[in-house]
Structures are given as C-alpha cells and as structure tokens.
C-alpha cells in the first residue's frame, strides 16, 4: 500500500460519509484544544502501529510473491520431468 492509494482511500471515505468524516474531524480538533500531550501521544502511538502494519503487509505481499515463484518453478520441473 503507497502513500497515494491512501490519501485516494482517505478522501473517497471523507466524500461519501460526510458527516461522520467532521464528527471525527471536530472530535480530534476538539481534542487537540483539550489535551495537546495526549494527543500527540495517541499520534505517536498510532504512527508507530501504523508503520508496523505496514511492515507486515509489505512482507506478506513479499512472502506471497515467493512462494507464487516457487509453485511455478514447481510446475515447470513437473513439466519438464514429463517431457523426457
């Protein structure tokens, strides 16, 4: 998932639920007023959780796209195994 796919996803839910998109605007405007340290604490924390979920769809994604290559060079020893 790049940064553009997100923005796109981020945008499209802001365009068709309007409403609760500025519910949760205000709420985190509201906070922000509030209580800055906790906030930028729940910012922190939900980076760091987001770089993580990141990490492990790029490495699922990677791990995925591997093992599609080896049941392919599979196949092509079976292949070439039934051909001699």
Do not use: C, N, W
């Amino acid at each position: 998932m790049d940064m553009p796919s997100l923005l796109d996803r981020l945008v499209t839910f802001a365009v068709h639920y309007k409403l609760l998109a500025a519910v949760i605007a205000l709420g985190l405007l509201y906070y922000t007023v509030t209580k800055p340290r906790e906030f930028f604490k729940l910012l922190a924390v939900l980076a760091v959780l987001g770089v993580v979920l990141y990490f492990v769809l790029l490495f699922g994604k990677t791990t995925t796209t591997g093992l599609g290559s080896k049941d392919r060079m599979i196949y092509k020893t079976r292949d070439a195994i039934e051909k001699q």
